[in-house]
């Protein structure tokens, strides 16, 4: 694989998860319940 499709590989992988978490940022609900998941742990 050439070295620019790599790069464009990677970087199109990141803005997914940007993306990925940004979306999970307009559902409060989910975040809520995440905290509540990880606070349970202590």
């Given amino acids: 694989m050439r ?3 790599l790069r464009a590989l990677v ?6 998860i940007l993306l990925g978490t ?3 940022y307009n ?3 989910f ?3 995440l905290a509540d998941q990880l606070w ?3």
């Fill in 3 to 5: 070295p620019l499709a």
């Fill in 31 to 33: 975040l809520v319940n």
């Fill in 27 to 29: 559902r409060p609900d």
């Fill in 22 to 24: 940004l979306a999970l």
């Fill in 40 to 42: 349970s742990c202590f």
């Fill in 11 to 16: 970087w199109a992988g990141v803005l997914l």
